[in-house]
């Protein structure tokens, strides 16, 4: 079972910075891609951004130029970081990561959740 564990969450001031961390563990062969959702109260979970083992990346038109989305393959962990934050940013955020994985069935894929870090923009 791949397990993911976010964090890095805070309270920070409109205008100010957060970067988030996704941290892997379990039996993965490989991670295809990993991404940040978030889900705001009262409204359905959102990408992100997203970044594959190649390095392409995806981002929501309104995180686009604020928002970068990075990864480090050799330890299988997933960064976001968040400049000029707004209030409407505030969010929990989630990491996720589709790939395949070592079991007892041999390889198999998977797809995997954190449990959500909090997001807090406001003054």
């Known amino acids: 079972q791949v397990q993911l564990v976010e964090s890095g969450g805070g309270l920070v001031q409109p205008g100010g910075s957060l970067r988030l961390s996704c941290a892997t563990s379990g039996s993965i062969f490989r991670i295809n891609a990993m991404g940040w959702y978030r889900q705001a109260p009262g409204k359905q979970r959102e990408l992100v951004a997203r970044?594959?083992?190649?390095?392409?990346?995806y981002y929501a038109d309104s995180v686009k130029g604020r928002f970068a989305i990075s990864r480090d393959n050799a330890k299988n962990t997933a960064y976001l970081q968040m400049n000029s934050l707004k209030p409407e940013d505030t969010a929990v955020y989630y990491c996720?990561?589709?790939?395949?994985?070592?079991?007892?069935?041999?390889?198999?894929?998977?797809?995997?959740w954190g449990q959500g870090t909090q997001v807090t923009v406001s003054s």
């Open positions: 996720n990561a589709v790939g395949f994985q070592q079991s007892d069935l041999g390889m198999t894929d998977f797809i995997s």
């Open positions: 970044i594959t083992s190649s390095g392409s990346t």
